[in-house]
């Protein structure tokens, strides 16, 4: 057997010792997340590299994060959705991912966290109801999965849709919202850098209760952008019909961009308390992420695009 000495590998094919370390860690971590989602709950750990665009603020507790949720398809209350959310079966979970593209198709869940390396994006999350947290989410990009499926030019917006079903989802029996949940973003807000999926938290796979095993972040947005549990994925050239936005128009915009100067119609947004601290704190404009994605609405309204 021929054995090359390293002096006879060039330069060129020898991996850095880290980043093959590296390599076999996510391979590893991988194939513990595949375990877990299919074993339902198995504690695994997801490995994440820390991302540029994580916050340097302080997380909420895992307590406070998996405890204090809105998740309406398991109820209306806070508690809710960690009480009722345990019936939800996570695997087998497959996304669609459809419409104006060249090559859309179905994504098996294991498929989805090999998209892109894992990485830990510890963002901002402000509800519309003038409360937040701050998050350790592990995920990928958005940008990753859709660039997949090679959106056309007629692609203008991306539609999504969670799992709407009654045997798992108690609150699917009543009539708060119209099902599925819906959710859209513009092509340019869904291909941001910032705009992930999410699969875990905490360097675990996603609980049930934040919308295991895949949901949507948009930091800059209110909270209930970010859509939990999908299964579809459309891409599409009209603004997508959203189940807010359905269930009261003046109330909830399709835009929704964070705004201390634009006030809920029955209350104001120009402060929010954090969950955990007892005096509220100024909203920032984007949630902080102003100098982020303020660009890309140079030039709108976002009084009449709220
Ligand atoms: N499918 C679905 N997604 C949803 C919701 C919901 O009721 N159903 N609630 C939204 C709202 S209002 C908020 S504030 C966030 C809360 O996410 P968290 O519970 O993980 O903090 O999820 C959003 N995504
Ligand atoms: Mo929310």
New binding site residues.
Partial sequence: MLIRSPVDVPPSEITPREVYLDRRRFMQAGAAATLALLGGNAAAGLLAKPSPWSTGEAPNSRKD??S???????GTSKSD?ADSAQTLRTAPWSVVVEGEAGKPRRFAIEELLKIAPLEERVYR?????G?S?V?PWVGFPLASLLRLVEPNSRAKFVAFE??ADPQQMP?VKSRV?DW??R?GLRIDEAMHPLTILAVG?YGDVLPR???API??VVPWK?????????VRIRLQEAQPVT??STANPSEYGFYSNVNPDVDHPRWSQATERRIGEFFRRKTLPFNGYAEQVAGLYRGMDLRRFF
């Fill in positions: 994060i998996t204090y949720n809105n998740f309406y398809e398991f959705p999350l402000r509800c519309v109801e409360w947290m998050i969670s799992l609150g919202l599925p949940y959710e938290l209760q934040n919308g949901r949507l209110y909270g209930f952008k970010s859509i939990k549990s999908i189940s807010w």
